[in-house]
């Protein structure tokens, strides 16, 4: 007989080198190149062709600027890099490099030019030509404000015919586009300093990224007024830059004291006045996957979900895995061409098998956000079979954001979300976890008091809202378009904790995450992986977020306390409190250690400590029971704040020691 520890430690050899536990794929992150300009700073990723953080000193002026190629069905061409050429001199820089987009009928080639001038001014300008003839929806650059340092700042905005338009950028989630025809758009990022972005070679406009919760603001071309997708023909060249200048007094630089180690900090904002309760967080059901077997069941069960989401697909199977998760369902109606009549056919099936429905999400498969009417007839033909009716879309926020459900007839509004309509590496995906509780807090706005429910959050798009022709199947060598291996992986356990910390700090009613099992749920099945080279699982094991989501739900029915990182896109987390008892979910974002120093809000300086790490991560996904039953470290702090170190994409959790 194979012990425990005999099977971790074959485990850890058989893995030895493989480094899928940290975010799903044993390949090496996107390289980074450090620029300087004089007083700008940037970064480049040279295996994207990706500008990141433009900053005069630590103001951010610009996320990122990247050229997309983009088809008829705004799927993105991924870019294939090649002859990176970096010159640096006198305080500037110049960095060439070649780029294909390749994918079908696409063929776009283009030499990208990056130059860094000491006086302040980075321009990226793109030269290239169309390898074939083939439909595209967007093609060249887009530029990516930051959310934290332009919400509700004045800008300057100039336009194609010379006129200035002074203006500010949106504070609340803008349903339209806030800025059109743009050659320049400018801002102040220091007294008496702008900063000033101007466009080449097409027409730009501005959209509110957030919408589709990116975190920045989208500078981009072509304007979404044309019509697409368009014809581009082979031959076809293709001209446009980017030039970021500095304009005004620059301010003396600064002395700074640079420590060896440096201490990120986890502070509570606010005080305990700012707390908010919890969302009531679920899962959705799997009806790809096969029925859940007994310890399945006896791990969801530990997780303790809120509520269970249906679509309706199997029924049957949702009722009876409902009653054995003793988890209310959240049933998802999706009405097509005879409403009254879908809703009287699901009353008779509903009135023999009794379940338990805690709400009703109502859509119709022929609006993109669904008209309350809907909701309201669903109510009138359910009577008594659920608890609550809701409108919204099944889709992005943006399109409940352009079509507001009227809100009398409903209970609350709804919207899905995930983090890669746009962007797909991990950096992007840490810097759209933000964006979440702005989509919240702006649904609230509107909502007129009503709630708002999140529903479903996935790492990848479930479906293409806004295709214009068929997907194409998957090539056998690829996962389906709807799986992601950092859902196995201590990564996608450190993006779902800020996830729920985002989403409960910014006052979301209920959440449901993932599925009960699969490639896309909180464990593998018993059979294991389907793509086991793609998607490195194995049979029966939980996923790290898995405990990220059992440790949220033990406090289901307390308050959330609203913290600030002083570095969100390297480490976040959130404090819990329930009935006397406090515990602090903390994450590491990134691929190196680091320490935070968090302040710890309980009298009781009495704390453990259990870490989800590189080091714990077999035990704590093979045999979840037996380490969820550990209690972690004893630790006496000698003040009101704990120094918590952080492995790799690392988690710890923090309890006061009589929890």
């Known amino acids: 007989m194979i012990t425990r520890r005999a099977t971790l430690q074959l485990l850890t050899a058989a893995t030895a080198g493989a480094q899928s536990f940290y975010y799903g794929k044993d390949e090496p992150l996107p390289r980074q190149m450090e620029l300087s300009a004089g007083p700008l700073t940037a970064v480049f990723e040279p295996e994207l062709g990706l500008l990141r953080y433009v900053k005069f000193g630590d103001a951010e002026i610009l996320r990122a600027i990247y050229a997309a190629v983009r088809d008829r069905n705004w799927g993105t061409v991924a870019p294939k890099i090649s002859n ?384 214009t022709a068929g997907e194409e199947a998957p090539r056998p060598d690829t996962l389906p378009s709807t799986a992601d291996p950092r859902q196995l992986s201590l990564f996608g356990a450190a993006w779902t904790l800020g996830s729920l910390k985002y989403l409960a700090e910014s006052g979301a009613h209920s959440a449901t995450y993932y599925e009960t099992h699969g490639a896309r749920g909180l464990m593998e099945t018993a059979a294991g992986s389907r793509w086991p080279k793609l998607f490195a699982s194995r049979a029966g094991q939980v996923f790290p977020l898995y405990h990220v989501l059992a440790d949220f739900n033990e406090f289901a029915g307390g308050d959330v306390l609203r913290t600030r990182s002083s570095q969100p896109l390297a480490v976040d987390g959130m404090i819990l409190r329930r009935a006397g008892r406090q515990r602090a979910l903390i994450a590491n974002m990134t691929a190196e250690p680091l320490t935070v120093r968090v302040a710890w809000p309980s009298a009781s300086r009495r704390v453990r400590m259990r870490k989800l790490d590189e080091y714990s991560v077999r035990e704590a996904t093979l045999y979840p029971e037996s380490w969820r039953a550990q209690p972690g470290d004893a630790i006496t702090l000698a003040g009101p704040a704990i120094d918590v170190p952080l492995a790799a994409y690392g988690i710890v959790r923090l309890d006061t020691a009589e929890a």
């Open 84 to 467: 990176v050429k970096l010159e640096t001199a006198d305080g500037g820089f110049q960095l060439t490099f070649d780029v294909s987009n390749v994918e079908g009928p696409i063929d776009f080639a283009w030499r990208g030019t990056i130059t860094g001038d000491p006086k302040g001014s980075i321009r990226f300008a793109m030269e290239g030509e169309a390898r074939s003839t083939f439909a595209r929806n967007r093609l060249g650059f887009a530029v990516l404000h930051p959310i934290r340092e332009c919400a509700g700042r004045m800008c300057t905005v100039m336009h194609g015919g010379g006129s200035k338009e002074i203006g500010k950028f949106p504070l609340e989630v803008a349903p339209n586009q806030p800025f059109k025809d743009m050659r320049s758009i400018s801002h102040e990022v220091a007294p008496g300093l702008t900063a000033e972005v101007a466009f080449e070679g097409e027409i730009f406009e501005m959209e509110d990224h957030r919408n589709w919760t990116d975190g920045s603001y989208k500078t981009y071309c072509t304007p979404l007024e044309l019509p697409f997708p368009v014809e581009v023909p082979k031959g076809k060249k293709v001209s446009q830059a980017v030039t970021v200048t500095l304009q005004g007094t620059l301010p003396a630089a600064p002395v700074r004291f640079v420590p060896r180690r440096k201490l990120y900090t986890l502070d509570v904002a606010g005080g305990a006045q700012a707390a908010m309760p919890l969302p009531r967080v679920g899962f959705g059901l799997s009806p790809e996957s096969p029925a859940l077997d007994g310890r399945q069941i006896q791990l969801l069960l530990a997780a303790r979900p809120a509520h269970l989401r249906a679509d309706g697909k199997d029924l049957a199977r949702a009722i009876q895995e409902h009653r054995i998760l003793q988890a209310p369902l959240e049933l998802a109606i999706h009405l097509g061409a005879d409403p009254e009549a879908e809703l009287q056919t699901l009353a008779k099936m509903l009135a023999a098998q009794k379940p338990k429905i805690d709400r009703c999400l109502v859509f119709h498969t022929g609006e993109k956000s669904s008209n309350a009417k809907w909701a309201a007839l669903a109510r009138e033909t359910l009577k008594g079979m659920a608890a609550s009716f809701g409108a919204g879309t099944n889709a992005y926020f943006a399109e409940l954001n352009r079509e507001r459900p009227e809100t009398a007839p409903i209970d609350f509004l709804t919207f899905s979300l995930n983090p890669q309509v746009h962007a797909f590496d991990n950096a992007s995906l840490v810097e759209n976890l933000e964006a979440q509780a702005d989509a919240v807090t702006s649904a609230r706005r509107f909502a007129g008091g009503k709630n708002i429910v999140v529903s479903p959050v996935t790492f990848k798009p479930r479906f293409n809202p806004n295709a």
